[in-house]
């Protein structure tokens, strides 16, 4: 099993209409989480961090279910400007820095 | 502020020569990583480095792959001998410590190896 997993889409979607990110992550002792974008070829920029109890940042809602060790991303009234490449990423272990990402789920806003 | 910067933004070689990326963090930023990121794959780890810590390596795939950050700031990733297979495009990041996954990324460098 992939240490961190996602759906890679495309997932396209009309201007307006609510789309949702799942991704599962193989390791129990992960720590921290985020929500990374990524635009065609530009660098990956932190999109917001994932607290347990869930958060929402605007239109983003981020959600963590430990038990079943996955994640989402709620975007809501998407925009052309979401469309971009979300990336799942996972802080493996107790004190670690180094961070798995997955392969990201390409989104597609569709006037 | 400035933010993290790399270069070259792009470079093309031939097989078997030697190249170097830099990185430039932002300043006060004592983490700093290179991750690399083929075409359709994930980003993957190369190497970490940590204030005046040795350096983790784990994620370099070769001997051919080496690097070093002077003064705790500027960061030079060496390729020898480039390969194909080592065509992709070089992400370096920094961050403040204890602050993991609030990183900011360079560009990149896109490296084609013909």
């Known amino acids: 099993r992939k240490e961190v997993e996602q759906d890679p889409g495309p997932f396209n979607v009309p201007e307006g209409a609510t789309v949702a990110f799942n991704c599962t992550y193989s390791n129990s002792a992960s720590q921290s989480f985020f929500w990374y974008r990524q635009d065609c070829r530009k660098e990956p920029k932190l999109l917001m961090s994932v607290y347990s109890s869930g958060n929402e940042d605007g239109r983003f809602t981020a959600q963590l279910n430990r038990a079943s060790q996955y994640i989402s991303l709620l975007i809501r009234d998407s925009k052309l400007s979401d469309s971009a490449t979300y990336l799942c990423v996972v802080n493996i272990g107790a004190g670690s820095y180094q961070l798995t990402f997955g392969k990201g789920t390409k989104l597609s806003v569709i006037p | 502020g400035a933010g993290v910067s790399q270069s070259p933004s792009n470079k093309v070689t031939e097989k078997g020569k030697d190249v170097e990326l830099r990185c430039d963090p932002i300043?006060?930023?004592?983490?700093l990583y290179w991750y690399r990121q083929s075409l359709g794959q994930g980003l993957e780890f190369l190497i970490y480095?940590?204030?005046?810590?040795?350096?983790?390596k784990s994620g370099l795939p070769s001997d051919r792959f080496s690097a070093e950050r002077t003064g705790g700031s500027v960061s030079t990733l060496t390729i020898q001998r480039t390969q194909q297979e080592d065509s992709a495009v070089y992400l370096c990041?920094?961050?403040?410590?204890?602050?993991?996954?609030?990183?900011?990324f360079g560009p990149g460098t896109r490296l084609t190896v013909l």
């Open positions: 300043s006060g930023h004592t983490a």
């Open positions: 990041a920094s961050s403040l410590a204890g602050l993991a996954g609030r990183w900011f």
């Open positions: 480095f940590q204030g005046n810590s040795a350096p983790d």
